[in-house]
């Protein structure tokens, strides 16, 4: 059975860093479309960085661009999201997801690529 289980999420004040796990089991990460969201309170699920199994190429969002870095461990199955510079803005639940390895870079930041889901980490951002 396909699980993905996020960790590191945490209360951070501006300007700080963190990194985030996704842990995969069931399935090679390597082989799938992988991406990281995140859902803000009153705001809809926002695809901030993706990975295409299909040619390896990644994706960011505006966002994040320049402060977010999308990495694997291949021998650990895990995917990580380091986060830096981070703002209040940047305060949400994160998720990570497997998509199909066919998709591209083109609709990986899309939900509805997507077809199983970690249960999230809370990131806060506040002084």
């Known amino acids: 059975q396909l699980e993905l289980v996020e960790s590191g999420g945490g209360l951070v004040q501006p300007g700080g860093s963190l990194r985030l796990a996704c842990a995969a089991s069931?399935?090679?990460?390597?082989?799938?479309?992988m991406g990281w969201f995140r859902q803000a309170p009153g705001k809809e699920r926002e695809g901030i960085v993706c990975?295409?199994?299909?040619?390896?190429?990644?994706v960011y969002a505006d966002s994040v661009k320049g402060r977010f870095t999308l990495s694997r461990d291949n021998a650990k199955n895990t995917m990580y999201l380091q986060m830096d510079s981070l703002k209040p803005e940047d305060t949400a639940v994160y998720y990570c997801?497997?998509?199909?390895?066919?998709?591209?870079?083109?609709?990986?930041?899309?939900?509805?690529?997507?077809?199983?889901w970690g249960q999230g980490t809370q990131v806060t951002v506040s002084s």
């Open positions: 997801a497997a998509g199909p390895p066919d998709a591209t870079t083109v609709s990986c930041l899309t939900t509805g690529v997507y077809g199983s």
């Open positions: 990975i295409s199994a299909s040619d390896s190429n990644t």
């Open positions: 069931g399935f090679v990460l390597d082989y799938y479309t």
